[in-house]
């Protein structure tokens, strides 16, 4: 069965401190799908990233980066010099085949506040 | 621009009334979900559509229903047999899901209150 685990429920740093958040997973598949959410305070979800589990390939986008592990099935981000803007809640989701397509399922999110 | 649009923001009904929440998108995306967000939780799946007049349970679908009749509209009926039906719902949208997974696209959301 699927699961998302993120561990912290909440963050607090000062700004310009690196911060990473903590996900892992759970699938028996071997074709699967990971994705990185921010929902400021506004609500709406952004988009943050993709990785499919045959992508090892650690990204960095900016101040953001990601390590993917398979070996200890976890998909953590990274925020480098964090910014008052970061303040949010983060959410890892995992994705895998389902009858008919892809049936995703969220962890229970971060929140990060960050200080100025 | 393009987007998914989600209306009202703020929904207030009393206890036994049934509601329907709106969503459109003009991404031209096949596939189409719902979530409800409780405090402090995750996103938990209600229903999804992928592709137009047909659509699938999710994981907590008792109490709503949902049509899929335009490729750009989802609506989501919150019916009176919802036990618990205040929550913030989102509405999102994704290419279609049929070969991966791709990342969804979600709208502002709509806060019901039921009292």
């Known amino acids: 069965a699927q699961k998302v685990t993120q561990a912290q429920t909440e963050i607090s740093v000062v700004e310009k401190e690196d911060v990473t958040l903590d996900c892992v997973y759970e699938t028996r598949d071997t074709t699967y799908y990971l994705f990185w959410y921010k929902q400021p305070p506004s609500g709406e979800l952004v988009f943050l990233i993709r990785r499919n589990s045959f992508d090892e390939q650690n990204e960095i986008s900016g101040r953001y980066s990601w390590n993917f592990q398979k070996s200890t099935s976890s998909f953590n981000f990274t925020i480098t010099a964090s910014q008052v803007v970061d303040s949010a809640v983060y959410f890892c989701a995992l994705s895998e085949a389902y009858t008919g397509g892809f049936k995703t399922i969220f962890g229970a999110g971060t929140r990060l506040f960050v200080k100025a | 621009d393009g987007g998914i649009t989600q209306s009202p923001k703020y929904l207030f009904r009393k206890e036994g009334q049934n509601v329907t929440l709106s969503c459109e998108q003009n991404?031209?995306?096949?596939?189409m979900y719902w979530y409800r967000q409780d405090p402090g939780q995750g996103l938990r799946l209600i229903y999804y559509?992928?592709?137009?007049?047909?659509?699938q349970k999710g994981d907590i679908a008792e109490g709503y229903s949902v049509s899929r009749e335009k490729k750009e509209s989802f609506p989501l009926t919150v019916t009176s047999a919802q036990k618990n039906p205040t929550a913030f719902y989102l509405c999102?949208?994704?290419?279609?899901?049929?070969?991966?997974?791709?990342?969804?696209?979600f709208g502002p959301g709509t806060r019901l209150t039921v009292t």
């Open positions: 991404l031209n995306h096949d596939a």
């Open positions: 559509s992928q592709i137009v007049n047909d659509f």
């Open positions: 999102a949208s994704s290419r279609s899901s049929a070969g991966a997974s791709y990342e969804q696209y």
